[in-house]
Structure formats: structure tokens, C-alpha cells
């Protein structure tokens, strides 16, 4: 089946550091992908909607300028997480919808992220 | 209102039991329903999608969708104490292009 690999799977920063977290869809192509955060004990949020080749489009109340996203090709979406505080320590997942071939319209999830900003 | 709503349980059952997993959702356009399961520390995987009134089933899973009354459901028929985690219903309102918003989940316990 179709797979997204997410990349690092956990990391560790210390406060004030930028850590980019890199989304490739592996057997696929995708022009859109998704990046959600998710708390402990509590539901994934999406953060915002990764198009390749143009610019991301973030929910409210999400600071573009502190998690910025680039989609420059079609299988790779990166999140970097600018000046990292502990309030951003979270399990970041990534998704990505297929556009082509057997992954045509479907959406297939990374193994997430775990960030833990010390 | 909450989008996608679920309780958060957790919902205990015995082995070989039927679970079933509730989810009202706000957004009546709505037309794409989906059933996630979640271990602990890792990703979310599709369990089952509907999108059509009625019943789908698939093996032991069969979900649920009344779109007059915005529910959507799970049943777990001979639950194992491997399906314990954590069920996600996710919808794509009539506003998104696969934009999943997703319930916080019900978490299951089913013991041996």
C-alpha cells in the first residue's frame, strides 16, 4: 500500500531552536498534504493544508510565520517549527492525499513526529 | 458546538463483547464519514469509510450513518483485547477539500 514517511520520528530541541520535520510520500504523488498537531489526550488539529508549488493555507489561530511550511515537489512537505517554546512540544503527524494510481484520492497518514522543546 | 463530537469513554467491554462507538457531527453538509484507530504514541489508521445512509460492514467492524440525524457509528462485534485504543471519527464538512476535522475520540478498553 501506499506509505508516508515522516522524518524525524522524535526529536529533541532546546528552547529557542528551529526543527524541521520532513513528510514524503513514497510510492506516490501528492500535491496536497496536511499537517495536525495533537496534545496528549486530546484529538488531532489541523494546523494547515500544504499545496506543492504554492503557498500553505493555515487554520485560524495558527501563526504561519512560526510554523513555516514548504511543499516543493510532489512527494516532499517540510514543517519547521521556528523557535521552538515548550508549549509547542506535541506529536505532529502529516498527511497526504494521492493524486495519481491506486493512491488517487485517497489520504494516507505519516507515523508522526513527537517534538519535545526543553 | 463542537464539529465532530465523541465521548471520550473510556468504554469498557469484555472480550468477544460487541463495542459500540457513537459520533455526532455539526456540519449537516457533510457527505464523508471515517473511522481511525489510534494506538498510543502513533499515527492514526483507517479503520472504515461511508458515505451513504445505512450499514458497511467489513470482518468484524460495522459502521453506521444516519445523515438525517448527523450520528455516525462503530460496532465492534467479538472485540479483542488488541482492539483497545483509542477510535477517531473524522468528517470532511461540505467546506473542505479532504479536510479531515476530527472527533477526540473514544477510548476502548477491552479486557481479557
Known amino acids: 500500500g501506499a506509505v508516508v514517511s515522516q522524518h524525524p520520528s522524535r526529536v529533541i530541541c532546546k528552547s529557542g531552536t528551529s526543527v524541521k520535520i520532513e513528510c514524503r510520500s513514497l510510492?506516490?504523488?501528492?500535491?496536497?498534504m496536511f499537517w495536525y498537531r495533537q496534545f496528549p489526550k486530546q484529538s488531532l488539529m489541523l494546523m494547515a493544508t500544504?499545496?506543492?508549488?504554492?503557498?500553505?493555507?493555515?487554520e485560524q489561530g495558527v501563526e504561519k510565520d512560526k510554523f513555516l511550511i514548504n511543499h516543493a515537489s510532489l512527494t516532499l512537505s517540510t514543517l519547521t517549527v521556528t523557535s521552538a517554546h515548550p508549549e509547542d512540544s506535541s506529536f505532529y503527524i502529516c498527511?497526504?492525499?494521492?493524486?495519481?494510481?491506486?493512491?488517487?484520492?485517497?489520504?494516507?497518514f505519516g507515523e508522526g513526529s513527537r517534538l519535545t522543546v526543553l | 458546538q463542537k464539529e465532530v463530537e465523541q465521548n471520550s469513554g473510556p468504554l469498557s467491554v469484555p472480550e468477544g463483547a460487541i463495542a459500540s462507538l457513537n459520533c455526532t457531527y455539526s456540519?449537516?453538509?457533510?457527505?464523508?464519514f471515517f473511522w481511525y484507530r489510534q494506538y498510543s504514541g502513533k499515527s492514526p489508521e483507517l479503520i472504515m469509510s461511508?458515505?451513504?445512509?445505512g450499514d458497511k460492514e467489513d470482518g468484524r467492524f460495522t459502521a453506521q450513518l444516519n445523515k438525517a440525524s448527523q450520528y455516525v457509528s462503530l460496532l465492534i462485534r467479538d472485540s479483542q483485547p488488541s482492539d483497545s485504543a483509542t477510535y477517531l471519527c473524522?468528517?470532511?464538512?461540505?467546506?473542505?477539500?479532504?479536510?479531515?476535522?476530527f472527533g477526540t475520540g473514544t477510548r476502548l478498553l477491552v479486557s481479557p
Open positions: 456540519d449537516r453538509g457533510s457527505q464523508s
Open positions: 510510492d506516490f504523488q501528492a500535491t496536497t
Open positions: 500544504s499545496n506543492e508549488g504554492s503557498k500553505a493555507t493555515y
Open positions: 498527511s497526504a492525499l494521492g493524486t495519481s494510481g491506486r493512491a488517487a484520492g485517497e489520504l494516507f
Open positions: 461511508i458515505y451513504s445512509n
Open positions: 473524522a468528517v470532511i464538512p461540505n467546506t473542505g477539500f479532504q479536510k479531515l476535522v
